[in-house]
């Protein structure tokens, strides 16, 4: 027989768990009224005149005092229902004196001994109903005997402190259907990728089924810098799973990223490994915008079934139902004291953070955790949260300006202005310029040892180590912070510019200053455009093209966009050193394309930006845009996608009637496209959205152009309909969406209310 003591569940989840054991047991259905001030129920079965009362009461805290205390009130409740049969269900420990003692409590013409079922008496029916125990996997998964399991397994490989942190984590965690599913998933392939934007959960999913495989015996491999190491850990025959969090991280895409390195071909070679293996496992994980770009420029990766094994969560898929589980796990399990749960709950305030467009679980952990949060005194802490959510850069805010050094802020300010992710080597080197010039600016002291110092004292705090030799932002928080920081003092906006080593950083900050509250950066960046125009000059006109082992690659941000971005800029600061490098930056791009290295992708914009820009003489302006208009369509006809075509024709807006050599250049690309790519995009489509998405393409390039597009559209359709079926297939798959956003608009306050209600009643 099972021998929990059901520490590990919230009380919740306990009714949940009772609800599915006394339905299978009595073999009838019985209605869940949620935990809270239920009025005396919380399970419930009627039939006919017959109706059967359940409470359950955890009161793993209180114990058996604080039950029969509470119960004593009770009586009067549960006497006002007139059950028919009334059942109280605990998790406290009850010898037969102690359920004397309680149904002395409640009165013996309502209660029988029979009928107070204990910790014992639920581990009975779990004996029983082991399904059920298989079901409620977060009963076992966080249970001490597991614990002590894993412990044991764990010290072979030297994660016992990983185990203990998921032990933690695992009677915080929210059961869906995530987690069975990514079960099958590896149980199945022995391969699961686990994708999705930071904070959703993703490190939580893979760390829970890494202490599964631990209590299941497995050795755990605990991946820390690439692909290399666990396959050099490998050892055929033996029970292992390896776990590689962010295993793509910033390096993947980079000029010594994977693909470039052809380290995408190590990294399916090692996932063939384990596939050979029935003994092997390996989770990953990565950010689903780095995989995206991964899968978009490694043609191993598209031609391998590694999509197969993936599970994408995202901030969509959680309900408001299973974002109040989230708060309501944090909250009871957590160490905050009485009067800030008190605060949550006072006046449903829980519910604009269940509801909030920010939220997010790695926010709910840090507002749930006293050691975080007991500067701010109980009366303020609905305020802090209340600003938290609005801006969670205030979770940094003191540490940056007070607890970390000059060095620190000159790398966090070189971490921002690549958009928070970058590889060690980079780094470095965008390190030792900014914070050169913000030491010339500013004059304060350096040091060799700087760089190294600033990374020990910001590791795990304010950055962390991301894939293979990278670093990245610990959580979006931060940049919010940074991006925060640039708009209150302009200043360090201005120090990046002069101290830039890459485009891409000019392209960061003219983008901070371009969203909601950048203007003074703008503004400064016109008034102080003479101390950066040189170095901006400089980074522009840097080459892309490199060679490596597996042949030529690019990096950087593409000549298009850098001479997109000038445009903008240029705008704004008329006559100036910035309006003066349209006319090189544009040569340089001609010679770009001419050698191969044009992206049509970024034409559109460009000539958009072009088009806008004021500042430039007519002449001049006109000369570039022809230029760029014949360019582009040149290398359209060479080759390109459906979406490029589509985004190129709606940019150039040409007459049929006046544009005729152009029109008819479209029409070979259009042929091209439909001859080489166009089967590969029909592939690719795998929703509704996607196969309307790309029957609209067709059909506005059909109006454009003037092309025949009827066969394509034919196709389409046939292939819409053998992924989905005929029009029911459809219609049940539209059904099913609204059905479900149905549900959730109908998930009314009044539940969330009664979910919240047991952190009021136990104390």
Same mark, same amino acid.
């Given at each position: 027989?099972?021998?929990?003591?059901?520490?590990?569940?919230?009380?919740?989840?306990?009714?949940?768990?009772?609800?599915?054991?006394?339905?299978?047991?009595?073999?009838?259905?019985?209605?869940?009224?949620?935990?809270?001030?239920?009025?005396?129920?919380?399970?419930?079965?009627?039939?006919?005149?017959?109706?059967?009362?359940?409470?359950?009461?955890?009161?793993?805290?209180?114990?058996?005092?604080?039950?029969?205390?509470?119960?004593?009130?009770?009586?009067?409740?549960?006497?006002?229902?007139?059950?028919?049969?009334?059942?109280?269900?605990?998790?406290?420990?009850?010898?037969?004196?102690?359920?004397?003692?309680?149904?002395?409590?409640?009165?013996?013409?309502?209660?029988?001994?029979?009928?107070?079922?204990?910790?014992?008496?639920?581990?009975?029916?779990?004996?029983?109903?082991?399904?059920?125990?298989?079901?409620?996997?977060?009963?076992?998964?966080?249970?001490?005997?597991?614990?002590?399991?894993?412990?044991?397994?764990?010290?072979?490989?030297?994660?016992?402190?990983?185990?203990?942190?998921?032990?933690?984590?695992?009677?915080?965690?929210?059961?869906?259907?995530?987690?069975?599913?990514?079960?099958?998933?590896?149980?199945?392939?022995?391969?699961?990728?686990?994708?999705?934007?930071?904070?959703?959960?993703?490190?939580?999913?893979?760390?829970?089924?890494?202490?599964?495989?631990?209590?299941?015996?497995?050795?755990?491999?605990?991946?820390?810098?690439?692909?290399?190491?666990?396959?050099?850990?490998?050892?055929?025959?033996?029970?292992?799973?390896?776990?590689?969090?962010?295993?793509?991280?910033?390096?993947?895409?980079?000029?010594?990223?994977?693909?470039?390195?052809?380290?995408?071909?190590?990294?399916?070679?090692?996932?063939?490994?384990?596939?050979?293996?029935?003994?092997?496992?390996?989770?990953?994980?990565?950010?689903?915008?780095?995989?995206?770009?991964?899968?978009?420029?490694?043609?191993?990766?598209?031609?391998?079934?590694?999509?197969?094994?993936?599970?994408?969560?995202?901030?969509?898929?959680?309900?408001?139902?299973?974002?109040?589980?989230?708060?309501?796990?944090?909250?009871?399990?957590?160490?905050?004291?009485?009067?800030?749960?008190?605060?949550?709950?006072?006046?449903?305030?829980?519910?604009?953070?269940?509801?909030?467009?920010?939220?997010?679980?790695?926010?709910?952990?840090?507002?749930?955790?006293?050691?975080?949060?007991?500067?701010?005194?109980?009366?303020?802490?609905?305020?802090?949260?209340?600003?938290?959510?609005?801006?969670?850069?205030?979770?940094?805010?003191?540490?940056?300006?007070?607890?970390?050094?000059? $060095?620190?802020?000159?790398?966090?300010? =070189? /971490?921002?202005?690549?958009? &928070? *992710?970058?590889?060690?080597? +980079?780094? !470095?080197? @965008?390190?030792?310029?900014?914070?050169?010039?913000?030491?010339?600016?500013?004059?304060?002291?350096? $040091?060799?040892?700087?760089?190294?110092? =600033? /990374?020990?004292?910001?590791? &795990? *705090?304010?950055?962390?180590? +991301?894939? !293979?030799? @990278?670093?990245?932002?610990?959580?979006?928080?931060?940049?919010?912070?940074?991006?925060?920081?640039?708009?209150?003092?302009?200043?360090?906006?201005?120090?990046?510019?002069?101290?830039?080593?890459?485009?891409?950083?000019?392209?960061?900050?003219?983008?901070?200053?371009?969203?909601?509250?950048?203007?003074?950066?703008?503004?400064?960046?016109?008034?102080?455009?003479?101390?950066?125009?040189?170095?901006?000059?400089?980074?522009?006109?840097?080459?892309?093209?490199?060679?490596?082992?597996?042949?030529?690659?690019?990096?950087?941000?593409?000549?298009?966009?850098?001479?997109?971005?000038?445009?903008?800029?240029?705008?704004?600061?008329?006559?100036?050193?910035?309006?003066?490098?349209?006319?090189?930056?544009?040569?340089?791009?001609?010679?770009?394309?001419?050698?191969?290295?044009?992206?049509?992708?970024?034409?559109?914009?460009?000539?958009?930006?072009?088009?806008?820009?004021?500042?430039?003489?007519?002449?001049?302006?006109?000369?570039?845009?022809?230029?760029?208009?014949?360019?582009?369509?040149?290398?359209?006809?060479?080759?390109?996608?459906?979406?490029?075509?589509?985004?190129?024709?709606?940019?150039?807006?040409?007459?049929?009637?006046?544009?005729?050599?152009?029109?008819?250049?479209?029409?070979?690309?259009?042929?091209?496209?439909?001859?080489?790519?166009?089967?590969?995009?029909?592939?690719?489509?795998?929703?509704?959205?996607?196969?309307?998405?790309?029957?609209?393409?067709?059909?506005?390039?059909?109006?454009?152009?003037?092309?025949?597009?009827?066969?394509?559209?034919?196709?389409?359709?046939?292939?819409?309909?053998?992924?989905?079926?005929?029009?029911?297939?459809?219609?049940?798959?539209?059904?099913?969406?609204?059905?479900?956003?149905?549900?959730?608009?109908?998930?009314?306050?009044?539940?969330?209310?009664?979910?919240?209600?047991?952190?009021?009643?136990?104390?």
């Amino acid at each position: 027989m099972p021998e929990y003591d059901f520490h590990q569940l919230s009380a919740h989840d306990l009714e949940l768990l009772t609800r599915d054991l006394l339905q299978a047991h009595w073999m009838m259905d019985i209605e869940s009224f949620k935990s809270g001030k239920d009025g005396g129920v919380d399970l419930r079965h009627a039939s006919g005149p017959h109706k059967t009362i359940i409470q359950v009461k955890h009161y793993h805290r209180t114990g058996l005092r604080g039950l029969v205390r509470d119960l004593q009130a009770e009586a009067a409740k549960v006497r006002t229902l007139s059950p028919s049969r009334y059942l109280l269900v605990t998790s406290v420990p009850l010898s037969a004196g102690n359920k004397d003692e309680i149904v002395a409590a409640i009165g013996p013409d309502l209660l029988k001994p029979q009928d107070v079922i204990g910790q014992e008496g639920l581990n009975d029916l779990l004996g029983q109903h082991p399904e059920v125990e298989g079901r409620h996997f977060k009963l076992w998964l966080a249970s001490r005997g597991v614990l002590d399991r894993v412990l044991n397994n764990a010290a072979v490989t030297n994660s016992e402190f990983k185990a203990q942190q998921v032990y933690e984590k695992a009677r915080r965690y929210v059961q869906s259907n995530t987690y069975p599913r990514a079960m099958e998933i590896i149980s199945k392939n022995g391969i699961l990728v686990i994708s999705g934007a930071p904070g959703v959960g993703k490190t939580t999913l893979a760390d829970l089924l890494l202490y599964t495989h631990l209590e299941d015996g497995y050795q755990a491999i605990i991946v820390q810098k690439d692909i290399d190491e666990a396959a050099n850990l490998f050892q055929r025959g033996t029970r292992q799973i390896f776990y590689f969090d962010d295993f793509m991280g910033a390096t993947f895409l980079g000029e010594n990223g994977l693909v470039a390195n052809g380290d995408d071909r190590v990294l399916l070679d090692f996932i063939s490994m384990i596939r050979s293996d029935s003994d092997s496992r390996l989770v990953l994980t990565t950010r689903e915008h780095i995989y995206a770009q991964a899968m978009g420029r490694s043609e191993r990766l598209r031609n391998s079934e590694i999509d197969d094994f993936r599970v994408v969560l995202s901030m969509p898929a959680y309900s408001i139902r299973h974002r109040a589980q989230i708060l309501y796990n944090h909250l009871y399990f957590s160490e905050l004291p009485h009067g800030y749960r008190a605060e949550l709950l006072k006046n449903d305030f829980y519910m604009k953070i269940v509801r909030h467009e920010k939220f997010n679980p790695r926010l709910i952990e840090w507002l749930s955790t006293f050691r975080r949060v007991k500067q701010h005194p109980v009366e303020q802490y609905q305020a802090f949260v209340t600003r938290l959510l609005q801006d969670p850069s205030e979770i940094w805010q003191h540490a940056y300006e007070h607890e970390i050094t000059d $060095a620190s802020r000159s790398l966090l300010l =070189a /971490l921002v202005s690549v958009e &928070g *992710s970058i590889t060690a080597e +980079s780094l !470095k080197v @965008a390190f030792d310029a900014l914070h050169r010039t913000r030491a010339a600016r500013y004059g304060f002291n350096t $040091a060799p040892s700087d760089y190294r110092n =600033a /990374l020990r004292d910001l590791n &795990g *705090s304010f950055i962390k180590p +991301s894939g !293979k030799a @990278a670093y990245e932002v610990l959580d979006p928080s931060v940049l919010d912070l940074m991006n925060s920081i640039l708009r209150q003092e302009p200043d360090n906006a201005i120090d990046i510019l002069s101290g830039a080593v890459g485009f891409v950083q000019v392209q960061q900050i003219w983008k901070i200053a371009g969203s909601n509250g950048g203007d003074p950066i703008r503004k400064a960046m016109v008034l102080h455009q003479m101390r950066f125009a040189d170095r901006c000059r400089t980074v522009a006109m840097q080459d892309r093209r490199n060679t490596g082992t597996s042949g030529v690659y690019y990096t950087g941000p593409t000549f298009e966009t850098r001479l997109t971005t000038t445009f903008e800029m240029a705008e704004h600061m008329p006559g100036g050193p910035i309006a003066a490098l349209i006319q090189p930056l544009y040569e340089r791009l001609r010679t770009e394309t001419a050698n191969g290295g044009g992206v049509l992708s970024d034409v559109p914009a460009l000539l958009e930006a072009a088009a806008a820009c004021k500042v430039l003489p007519p002449d001049l302006a006109a000369d570039i845009a022809r230029s760029l208009v014949v360019n582009a369509i040149e290398e359209a006809r060479k080759g390109c996608s459906l979406g490029e075509l589509r985004d190129l024709v709606n940019a150039l807006e040409i007459d049929p009637e006046a544009d005729g050599s152009s029109l008819e250049a479209l029409q070979e690309a259009f042929d091209k496209m439909r001859d080489q790519t166009f089967d590969d995009e029909l592939r690719e489509c795998r929703s509704p959205d996607a196969f309307e998405g790309l029957k609209e393409d067709l059909e506005l390039l059909g109006d454009a152009i003037l092309v025949d597009v009827d066969g394509l559209l034919e196709r389409v359709n046939n292939a819409s309909g053998d992924h989905y079926g005929n029009g029911s297939d459809r219609d049940d798959y539209a059904y099913d969406r609204y059905k479900d956003s149905r549900a959730e608009s109908y998930f009314a306050d009044k539940e969330l209310s009664e979910m919240f209600g047991s952190l009021r009643d136990e104390s």
